[in-house]
Structure formats: C-alpha cells, structure tokens
C-alpha cells in the first residue's frame, strides 16, 4: 500500500522540469491529433489522455510556486485571510456565491428552454433548479444554526441533500440521454474553451481536495456543501468533454465515437452522484435512527 500511495505521489506531484516538458510535449501530440489523427489512431487517446495529465500536473506545480510568496501576502489583507481562515465564514461565502451562480444559470437555461421550445436547454434549468435548492437549504441552516452546532439537524439537511441529489441525479441521466442521442451539447468561441478546461480541472481538483479535507471537522451540513461541489465539477468535466468531441471534429469522427465517449464518462458522473447521494441517505438515516432509538430507551428508562 505504502508503494501504491509513494506511485501515485509522484504521478501527482512530479518537479517541476516534468510539468514544463509536459507542456511542449502536448502541444506536439495534439498538433498531429488533430492534423493527421482519426478515432482510430492510439495517438488519439494518448494525446488526450496526456493533455488532461499535463494540465493537471501544470496546475498543481504553479499552485505550489503561487503558495510562497503570494499566499504572505494574501494574508495581510484582513478579509482574505478571514475567507482563509474562518471556516463558518468561508462557507457563508461559498453557498452564496455559487447559489447566485446557480440560480442565474437555472434562469437563463429555462428562458432558453422557453424561448427555443428546447428540451435540452429545460433538463439544463432543472438541474441547476435542484443544485440551487441544495445550496439554499444549506445557507439556511448555516445562517441559522452556524456549523457543528446541532449535529442532529444537521445529519436531517444532510439527508434532505441526498435526497435532492438523487433527484438532481435524473436531471443529470437526462442531459446525458439527450447529449448521446441528438449529438447535442456545449460550444464555447474561439480560445474561450481552453479557459474552461483550465477551470474545470481547478474546480475538480479542488473538489476531491476538499471532500477529503473536511471529512475532519465531523460536519454533516459542511460534508453536503463538498459533495454538491464535487457534483458541480464532475458535470463542467462532462460539459468540457461534449465540447472539445464538437469543436475539435474535423470530419473524420464518426458520430459513433462521439456517443461511446460521452456515454461512457456521464455513465460514470451518474453512477458517482447517485453513490454519493445514496451514501448520505443511508448514513444520515442510521444515525438518526440511532439516536431516535436512544431518545426513546433514556425516556422508557427515566420512567421507570
């Protein structure tokens, strides 16, 4: 076990020179992808592969150089180190800021939905709808209760979350089922794709990242808010993946591909939602349950 975590360390983290090189070696592999390469030819797949490898590696290593010397001078501005510092108030910030952003999504997507009498764009609107109300209902706790304050309610909105999720987990099965079947999905003009990917790698890292890290603080409540996290950044991997199959399609993509692709990684962020949502079901109701059962031997017992 001791190997497998020091291989994956590595493979992670490697120095600095290995990111650098990474960058030109990609640059070459998807050069020739997409002025010589087919969806038959293993120079495909190795050239995406290692460009995902590389932006990862690349950004993690500036994330390292940036937290020197930047990260001192972050924390001289009082408000930032705040955000850093306190966890209640990072939350506050956090639900408000992606609740905002959801709900300008949900509203822009059901317009469009309206207005092009388009399905595709409706299934949009839902899922961000449900995100939004996940996010909603945390804020509302949060600024009610504050974190780690009454665990019992808290473990009773984790619930409710995985309840929503597993909701918001047919929305998602439904975008995948449209984006298969019509060929539909995401375009972004010009470089402005290679910003996204850029942010979807951040935002997934980040995500697995905090998932693991406030495990910790034995928060129901604040577990919700990273696994809706984790959700979100699973669908923009989904998104940048129909994009890049669309805008990188020289002709020579057979529709074929592009099913089997997409449907093969909305398979896996469905099946990855829906255990995460299934897992807090579960293990909110045991330990609701538990205490249910404690709650009523302590009073059969104060009776006697």
Known sequence: MERWKQFFHALLFPRLAVALISVPVTAALLLYTFAYGSETSPVTYLAYLFSAYSLLIVCISTGKMAKGGAWQRLHRNPYIHRYLTDLPFQTHVSLYLSLGINLLFAGIKLFLGVYYRSVWFGTLAVYYGMMAMIRFVLLR?????????????????????????????????????????????????????????????????TAVRDVVRYRKYQSPVLSAAKAVKLAAALVSMLAL???MLMQFDN????????????????????????????????????????????????TVDGGN
Request: glycine residues 10%; hydrophobic residues 45%.
């Open 141 to 205: 706790h949060v600024s009610r209760a504050g974190i780690g304050q009454d665990i019992r309610a808290e473990f009773k909105y984790y619930r409710l979350c995985g309840v929503i999720l597993l909701l918001m987990n047919s929305a998602l099965a439904g975008v995948v089922v449209l984006v298969v079947r019509k060929d539909q999905g995401f375009y972004y003009a010009g470089y402005l794709i290679y910003v996204v990917a850029l942010y979807a790698f951040y935002n997934t890292i």
């Open 241 to 243: 993946e129909t994009a």
């Open 251 to 298: 002709g020579q993509n057979a529709p074929r591909f592009k099913q089997i692709m997409t449907a093969a990684t909305g398979g896996g962020v469905c099946a990855i939602v829906f255990a995460m949502a299934v897992f807090m079901i579960v293990q909110s109701t045991k330990r609701l349950r538990k205490w249910g059962q404690e709650r009523t031997e302590y």
